[in-house]
């Protein structure tokens, strides 16, 4: 979960918040957990509820937050038109936005919808730095064992965002992002669950530790 100053925690859940499709308990949900006042018991409320059409389905990733309040993560499915495939398409990146007063579910805005040689089906959300740029991995692509990307809003405050792809893992054995993406100082760091030297386990390798350098 990611905390906001107050004190607020902000989380996804793979399944939960209702039927969806392919799954009558629900394709996920963004919720918040508000400490109490006084005892011990924190109050949940549910911001958002998916159901993998359009606006995205199990999100499974960690949440950015920016100064004004709004979350920033991916979802692994939806999308719809997906040129790659897949029946519900294949995964998108969102932003949230506190509700207006008297509304109570948090308005969305589909940011980047994945349809291959950006990545497909992003499950680890995304790290904000600054500048409002966003970092983040997903664990395939269309022709690839995984893709580090970044997207930039736009730079009027309205208008599409511009995904760039980073780099592109080219084989399995070169390794499948699975893990948070770091930034520091220009540099990405991240991890991946296949690649590397370890024969007596696996041929694929068990892991690497990367950075990407601009």
């Known amino acids: 979960m990611i905390v906001d100053k107050a004190g607020i925690f902000y989380g996804t ?3 939960g918040g209702g039927t969806c499709p392919d799954n009558s308990i629900g394709c996920g949900t963004v919720y918040k ?3 109490p006042k006084t005892g011990n018991v924190w109050s949940e409320t549910v911001l958002r509820r998916f159901d993998n059409g359009a606006y995205g389905g199990e999100p499974q990733g960690n949440l950015a937050l920016d100064a004004d309040g709004n979350l920033y993560g991916t979802a692994e499915e939806g999308g719809d038109d997906c040129l790659a495939g897949g029946a519900y398409g294949c995964g998108l990146a969102f932003e949230l936005m506190p509700p207006k007063a008297g509304q109570k579910i948090w308005p969305e805005q589909v940011i980047h919808k994945f349809e291959g040689p950006d990545g497909l089906y992003p499950v680890t959300g995304m790290v904000r730095i600054s500048s409002g740029t966003l970092y983040g991995t997903t664990p395939t692509g269309e022709s ?16 599409n965002w511009t995904v760039t792809p980073l780099y592109s893992f080219t084989s399995v054995a070169a390794g499948e992002t699975s893990g948070q993406i ?12 296949a690649g590397g030297s ?17």
Do not use: D, Q, W
């Open 198 to 214: 370890c024969p007596k386990i696996t041929s694929a390798g068990c892991g690497v530790a990367f950075k990407v350098v601009p």
């Open 144 to 159: 690839n064992a995984g893709v580090v990307f970044s997207l930039a809003p736009p730079k009027s405050g309205k208008g």
């Open 33 to 35: 957990l508000t400490p």
């Open 182 to 193: 770091a930034e520091i100082g220009g540099i990405l760091y991240g991890a991946t669950e």
């Open 13 to 15: 859940t793979i399944r």
